[in-house]
């Protein structure tokens, strides 16, 4: 210290021992970095006197304890925990001291690990929303937060993350961290999102969802693409209603009424969780009063021995889980039914006669059950069976010509007999009356063969067939009576080829024909026309038709459809050529015989020869000769005798000639006549007359006309 300064120094301590307390001076305590400080960061502390002598000492304490000498600057270069604190700090000179400084509190943390936390889980499905939370355990001000995902690059956000409506993407490996200034805390630990797509609830009707009155019936709930979820809760609910009936899986009409007829939903949400799947579609449930079996055959009731034949048994409006019995009417009792020895082939629904017999003849009846508490359905109708050994040639002519017809209408239904051999009478089964002849009876009268029912009504609906007296019978046709709208089809079957037309009639329209829908086997296949054509009919066409209005009603009819037979109509075309061939052929020889006769009578002894001429001759006695062999290869017949004539002549000028070479027109004509069996079988005759004429007609020299015939 300089001389010059000595006497303030000695100044101020007489002043401080003379009691002058208020010159004693107090230092100011600075802190150079921000007093929030992590470990491992740097901090400096400045304590401050006024007056700036060289002199003073500095004394430094924490939170009050043992003083500590050092500089005016306190430098702490990697701080701890234990190193936050009160800190104070003084000055001195010798044995006097200033005022302590204010205290200044540094605050040290260690670097904190944020805790991230998942609401409502980590397993979700899309269209769920989900929030992730990053929370440091100090409550720090000004904090900034990085989240990162799969350890990509860090986005700044606020401490709470939430995605609205998740999709697949969304799903990976979180992360965050926090920072203030230029410090970071450490990361937290991972947290994983799975998204599964959601499921959708989907509802099962069993048996069906068409069902009857008193059945068994189970709704079920199932989940699709359900992965994640080991548990569901399920929720029903019925029509458009916001309450729950039930909570299973599977809810059970142990019996059915009408009253639970309705649209059924449900959805799922996870046991223990908040996952919740889609709703499912609504599901219709309908309830009818009582199953009604339905019998139909296929291709006609009517059979001849050895035809196939289908029986179908069908449950009106429902097709699912049946199984089907069969029965035959006990003869004697309309009400009592047995079981055919073969029912078991018609377990799926057809009962099938591939070979039909005449024990196969009979009245047909079928039911249907299911369900493991048993359903029967009622009887169906009856359907009438009959096998005949011989397919006789006589028709039921019906007229109108149709199948179905209105009621209070005259109706004539004819037995036409080409061989007219046998006197039919009209005969039909019914359900009301069974049984019934035209000509014994008040539903018809009879004249000849021809029934007429004057006035019609429902209870004429059924089945009609010729009856000869020696009771064979003809194939049977199917006849409806009712009002209001029916089907103008075709009364008998129709052959795989032809051309069928269907129209809608109404009895009350003029004209009668409307514009309908058609439908077959109770789908839709043409809609608003006065009639639907079918070209080139085939066996895939058969089925129930009925044509639909949506005000006046429908009218169901069945089309039947048979193979054509080529051989049988080829065999009658053969019949009608061999018959007409037959008749001109006698009567053209006949003529040609009267002819001959004639001109050799007229001529006889003028007939002169030449050498040319008996050339010619023995040229065509030759060629006569071969003819003879040709047609004797091509008799189609066997017999013990045949009977074979041979003449030439030649017609000239009014002479009768043999064939030369000289006439300028020749005429040479030659007949066939075979004798065949009607079948096209091997005669077994004694006797085959077999005939031929040619005719041939050319131009050669000369000026006369010459007919050369050879009849054999």
């Not at 359907?383 to 040639?393: A, E, F, I, R």
């Not at 006065?530 to 069945?558: A, D, L, Q």
Request: a negative charge.
């Amino acid at each position: 210290m300089e001389l010059s300064q000595l006497p303030l120094v000695f100044l101020l301590i007489s002043n401080i021992h003379s009691g002058h307390n208020e010159d004693i001076p107090k230092p100011t305590l600075t802190v150079l970095q921000k007093s929030l400080l992590f470990s491992g960061d740097s901090v400096t502390l400045r304590c401050e006197v006024d007056q700036s002598w060289d002199v003073w000492e500095f004394l430094w304490s924490k939170n009050s304890n043992h003083e500590s000498t050092e500089g005016e600057i306190k430098t702490i270069n990697s701080v701890k925990v234990s190193d936050r604190g009160e800190y104070r700090c003084r000055a001195r000179i010798g044995g006097h001291y200033t005022h302590y400084s204010e205290p200044v509190t540094v605050t040290i943390y260690d670097i904190p690990k944020p805790t991230l936390t998942v609401l409502p889980q980590s397993s979700l499905f899309t269209g769920d929303s989900v929030t992730l939370r990053c929370e440091v355990n100090q409550s720090w001000d000004h904090l900034e937060f990085l989240w990162s995902k799969n350890s990509n690059i860090e986005s700044t956000e606020a401490a709470t993350k939430t995605i609205k409506s998740v999709k697949v993407s969304d799903g990976g490996e979180y992360r965050c961290r926090a920072q203030r200034g230029g410090h970071y805390t450490y990361y937290s630990k991972p947290v994983t999102l799975t998204i599964y797509g959601k499921p959708k609830s989907k509802v099962t009707i069993k048996p069906d969802q068409h069902v009857f009155r008193g059945e068994t019936v189970t709704l079920r709930c199932d989940m699709d693409d359900s992965e994640g979820v080991t548990s569901w809760q399920y929720s029903w609910y019925k029509e458009s209603s916001a309450s729950v009936f039930s909570k299973l899986q599977e809810h059970t009409f142990s019996f059915v009424t009408e009253s639970d007829a309705g649209k059924y939903s449900c959805y799922g949400v996870e046991r223990g969780g908040s996952l919740r799947s889609h709703r499912s579609n609504k599901v219709t449930l309908r309830v009818s009063d009582r199953a009604q079996a339905v019998l139909s055959v296929s291709p006609q009731k009517w059979l001849t021995e050895g035809d196939s034949v289908t029986l179908i048994c069908k449950v009106y409006g429902s097709s699912t889980g049946w199984t089907f019995s069969w029965y035959t009417v006990s003869s004697g009792n309309r009400y009592h039914y047995e079981l055919p020895s073969d029912s078991s082939r018609g377990a799926g629904g057809n009962y099938t006669v591939s070979s039909a017999a005449l024990n196969h003849t009979g009245v047909y009846v079928c039911t249907a059950e299911r369900g493991n508490l048993v359903y029967n359905t009622t009887y169906s109708n009856k359907q009438p069976l009959w096998v005949t050994g011989v397919s006789l040639p006589v028709s039921l002519i019906i007229s109108p010509s149709r199948s179905q017809h209105f009621t209070s209408v005259f109706l004539s239904l004819s037995c036409e007999d080409q061989s007219n051999s046998d006197r039919w009478t009209v005969r039909r089964y019914t359900d009301s009356w069974w049984l019934e002849d035209c000509s014994s009876s008040d539903w018809g009268s009879q004249t000849g063969s021809t029934c007429t029912i004057s006035s019609t009504s429902t209870s004429d609906t059924g089945v009609y067939w010729c009856q000869s007296e020696s009771e064979e019978n003809s194939h049977s046709v199917n006849i409806t009576v009712h009002s209001g709208v029916i089907l103008e089809s075709p009364v008998h079957p129709v052959t795989e080829g032809e051309t069928m037309t269907l129209r809608c009639i109404y009895e009350y329209a003029s004209p009668p024909y409307i514009r309908a829908d058609f439908y077959k086997d109770g789908s839709l296949i043409q809609n608003q026309t006065t009639e639907m054509i079918i070209s080139n009919v085939s066996k895939s066409h058969e089925g129930f038709y009925y044509c639909k209005h949506p005000e006046r009603g429908e009218s169901p009819s069945w089309i039947s459809v048979t193979a054509s037979s080529r051989t049988s109509r080829s065999d009658g075309l053969n019949l009608v050529i061999i018959g007409v061939t037959a008749g001109l052929t006698v009567t053209f020889l006949i003529i040609v015989f009267s002819t001959l006769l004639w001109c050799y009578r007229n001529n006889k002894g003028e007939r002169s020869q030449s050498p040319s001429s008996v050339s010619q001759h023995q040229n065509s006695s030759q060629t006569s000769e071969q003819n003879q062999s040709e047609a004797g290869n091509n008799t189609l017949l066997s017999g013990d005798a045949h009977i074979y004539e041979s003449v030439d002549t030649t017609i000239n000028n009014g002479k009768v000639t043999d064939c030369l070479s000289g006439p300028s027109e020749h005429i040479y004509a030659e007949i066939e006549l075979r004798s065949t069996s009607l079948l096209g079988k091997t005669s077994k005759s004694s006797d085959t007359v077999y005939s031929k004429l040619t005719l041939v007609t050319y131009q050669g020299p000369g000026s006369s006309d010459v007919t050369c015939t050879r009849v054999k």
